[in-house]
């Protein structure tokens, strides 16, 4: 079963920029689609950003596009999230996620497995 812990997370200005990472252990992260979600106090986890088991394929939130750049490193086990132009509204625990059959990949249902969460807080 593969275990995923994410590293990155912290507190930056709005405008500013962070990278998230996103590393497995317990299995190859090769065979699974990833994805980032979050969520903000008071509100459901919602899709971020996702990414093919390839990295041949990539989604984003519209509220991300252009701002946020999901990549991964199978070599690594490891997935990445770059943030940039951070924005107040950001903040939230980002979470990262497998999708064993890499598909749906917005759906929060089609993730089996979830890391702990890393905290993002963005002022304004």
């Known amino acids: 079963q593969v275990q995923l812990v994410e590293s990155g997370g912290g507190l930056v200005q709005a405008g500013g920029s962070l990278r998230l990472s996103c590393a497995a252990s317990?299995?190859?992260?090769?065979?699974?689609?990833m994805a980032w979600f979050r969520q903000a106090p008071g509100k459901e986890r919602e899709f971020v950003s996702a990414?093919?088991?390839?990295?041949?394929?990539?989604y984003y939130a519209d509220s991300v596009k252009g701002r946020f750049t999901i990549s991964r490193d199978n070599a690594k086990n490891t997935v990445y999230l770059q943030m940039n132009s951070l924005k107040f509204e950001d903040t939230a625990v980002y979470y990262c996620?497998?999708?064993?059959?890499?598909?749906?990949?917005?759906?929060?249902?089609?993730?089996?497995?979830w890391g702990q969460g890393t905290q993002v807080t963005v002022s304004s």
């Open positions: 996620a497998a999708n064993p059959l890499g598909q749906n990949m917005d759906n929060i249902r089609r993730y089996n497995y």
């Open positions: 317990g299995g190859t992260l090769s065979r699974y689609g």
């Open positions: 990414i093919t088991w390839s990295g041949g394929a990539t």
